[in-house]
């Protein structure tokens, strides 16, 4: 079985400042990560993913995120946000080992950006 | 965007009534995943498609079904509708369902269903 958890259900932070997401997982083989951001009426928006090699990974719009297997957590960070970057972020996995492609996703970090 | 269509963008229906989602998938992707979002709530895995067979398959009872075309297009069925079908319903494509699941699934903008 493989879950994903958000542990906050909403972060608020001051435009300029960094911001960070909160992902922790579980899953019996290897993990394989994503961050996906949705927008209000939209779908989701891919960030970037995490399958093997360097701990941190970098995505779009200036995102990247930092796999730590002995936590089994992988947040999410931004070093300066941005008002825009408010939106739904759901972080999601799918176990390696597992035949097929589902992914499990959180319940979602709702991020408020304020000016 | 992700080039991922999907239609209606809105529907509403009464309970016990079917309903058909279509999804387009990426130019070049062969492979739609169907999920199932609840108001307030991370998307839930419905059943996946790969080359018209399905390939796997979330806890939703048979009378969520769906079908992909050759052109990789994909639909989603749900009969005997229920209140708690209502939900935004999403579908992603991605490049190949080739067992290790590193591939990206992007997304449409789903479709809103409302059941009353």
């Known amino acids: 079985a493989q879950s994903v958890a958000q542990p906050e259900d909403q972060v608020n932070v001051a435009e300029g400042n960094p911001l960070t997401v909160k992902c922790t997982y579980s899953?019996?083989?290897?993990?394989?990560l994503f961050w996906y951001v949705q927008y209000p009426n939209r779908g989701l928006q891919f960030l970037l993913k995490y399958i093997t090699g360097d701990n941190l990974v970098k995505g779009s719009y200036g995102f990247e995120a930092e796999f730590n297997k002995s936590q089994t957590s992988f947040h999410l960070k931004k070093p300066s946000a941005l008002v825009s970057d408010s939106a739904l972020y759901f972080c999601?996995?799918?176990?390696?080992?597992?035949?097929?492609?589902?992914?499990?996703f959180g319940g979602g970090t709702r991020v408020l950006v304020k000016p | 965007e992700t080039g991922v269509t999907q239609s209606p963008t809105h529907l509403i229906k009464t309970r016990g009534q079917q309903v058909t989602l279509r999804c387009s998938s990426q130019?070049?992707?062969?492979?739609v995943s169907w999920y199932q979002q609840a108001l307030g709530q991370g998307p839930q895995f419905i059943f996946q498609y790969y080359r018209e067979e399905e390939n796997g398959r979330g806890n939703f009872p048979p009378r969520f079904s769906g079908l992909q075309f050759p052109n990789y297009s994909s639909e989603l069925n749900v009969n005997a509708l229920e209140l708690d079908d209502s939900a935004l319903y999403l579908c992603?494509?991605?490049?190949?369902?080739?067992?290790?699941?590193?591939?990206?699934?992007?997304f449409g903008p789903g479709t809103r269903l409302t059941v009353l």
């Open positions: 130019s070049g992707h062969n492979t």
């Open positions: 992603a494509s991605s490049l190949g369902a080739s067992g290790t699941g590193t591939d990206t699934q992007y």
């Open positions: 999601a996995v799918r176990d390696g080992e597992a035949a097929g492609n589902k992914l499990t």
């Open positions: 899953v019996s083989g290897n993990p394989y």
